[in-house]
């Protein structure tokens, strides 16, 4: 029977960002659950393998020891396993040991560290996908894309169709939309050759939030990407072309604009969404004038919150409101990466879109909703 040795801190890493590709839900969940360790006696590395089937994850991860006659593949529950892995104390000198047991036709791998055990039936790994490496001399370098990636796809749709579930690269930017919002951050890369589109909401995840990492574009439109030597990214690349934002973007100029630090316009937003409840569909009411930025949350269950923080010497006209999902605003504003930001809109016409200026490059436009006159003043 095969057996490995870790350091305790080094397979949690690996397994910790495996877990966040593995699928816990739909078809996806059902062709390739798991994350799957392929054990080799003759070399020291263990290999890391994760997919969503959007997302190829393979990372090498050095073992203090194995044994074993053959190679072997196993493949582990995802969730429970990292969370296990995540529990046990870390440090120079602890370690995990991954054991392959039988109870008669059942094999288990059991989990050993220190005096604590846990034992992990095997998923059959016959219909597992497969995926091969690839030559990392066919990629060229790309600074801090985890980050930028990270800034934006908080915009992308979490339900709908393609390309809105995307994260779009233009050579010079990144962005993303669900057509109610859209944020975009710089992000140059060298030997661009065009506009493309990948799935957002695990790239921002688990690439590193700064430094170098290697990318490119397969033969077979697959995004290539390497964040350090012993990690393979592949990543689905949407066919369908991205909508046009120019239109949206052009709305930087805005009429009337008021510089707040990120902190404290966070601060009364979140409090108030917290006072929303088990509201279905949140409305985040926004006033601005009178050198002050108020937020209301008023709901039928359990009540109206109000909330002000003054502006001096901005917002000097009488006082607008306009409405928004309140997770839409909060998270233009969450991803800000300065500590102050500016807002800019136009009091004439308040049904236009927020614009916020994070620094850094980071810009996000934010619609207000829809349909829904004012009822009057903070």
């Known amino acids: 029977m095969t057996k490995v040795v870790f350091e305790t801190a080094t397979l ?47 990372e090498w991860v050095t073992s203090l020891s194995i ?11 995802s969730k429970l396993f990292a969370t296990v892995l995540a529990g ?11 054991e392959e047991v039988s109870n008669g036709r059942n094999k288990f791998v059991q989990l050993t560290s220190g005096r604590t055990k846990a034992k992990f039936n095997l998923m059959v790994t016959d219909y597992y996908p497969v995926w091969d490496v690839f030559n990392p001399d066919d990629l060229f370098e790309c600074d801090d894309m985890g ?12 339900t709908a169709d393609p390309p809105l579930s995307g994260v779009h690269f233009t050579g010079t930017h990144v962005k993303s939309t669900d ?17 493309f589109t990948v799935p957002a909401g695990i790239l921002g995840q688990i690439l590193k939030q700064t430094g170098e990492v290697q990318m490119g574009l397969s033969k077979d439109g697959l995004l290539l990407i390497m964040p350090e030597p012993t990690v393979q990214i592949m990543s689905t690349v949407y066919a369908v072309p991205y909508p046009n934002t120019a239109r949206i973007e052009d709305l930087r100029e805005r009429p009337n604009t008021v510089k707040v630090h990120k902190a404290s316009i966070l601060e009364i937003m979140q409090r108030a969404n917290a006072f929303s409840g088990n509201e279905r569909f949140p409305i985040l009411r926004l006033f601005l004038g009178k050198e002050e930025i108020a937020v209301m949350m008023d709901t039928k269950e359990v009540g109206v919150l109000a909330d002000v923080m003054e502006v001096p010497g901005y917002c000097d006209h009488p006082r607008i409101e306009t409405r928004f999902g309140p997770q839409n605003i909060i998270g233009a504003i969450e ?44």
Do not use: C
Not at 67 to 77: L, N, S, Y
Not at 147 to 158: C, D, L, Q, Y
Not at 360 to 367: F, I, Q, T
């Open 335 to 378: 991803h800000v990466p300065n500590d102050v930001l500016t807002i800019g809109y136009d009091k004439e016409n308040p049904k236009s879109p927020l614009y916020i200026d994070g620094g850094s490059g980071y810009e996000a436009w934010v619609m207000p909703r829809k349909g829904i006159e004012a009822e009057g003043g903070a």
């Open 147 to 158: 980050g930028r990636i990270a800034m934006v796809e908080w915009a992308a749709s979490k």
């Open 67 to 77: 044994e074993g006659e053959e190679a072997v593949e196993w493949r582990v529950p």
């Open 88 to 98: 046990l104390p870390i440090g120079s000198e602890r370690t995990v040991t991954l």
């Open 12 to 58: 949690a890493d690996a397994i910790r960002k495996a877990d966040r590709i593995a699928p816990t839900k739909g078809t996806a969940f059902d062709k390739a659950a798991g994350i799957v360790l392929t054990i080799d006696p003759s070399r020291s590395l263990v290999v890391v393998r994760a997919t969503d089937l959007l997302i190829y994850s393979m």
């Open 179 to 195: 057509q109610y919002k859209l944020a975009s951050a710089p992000l140059v890369i060298s030997s661009f050759l065009e506009p």
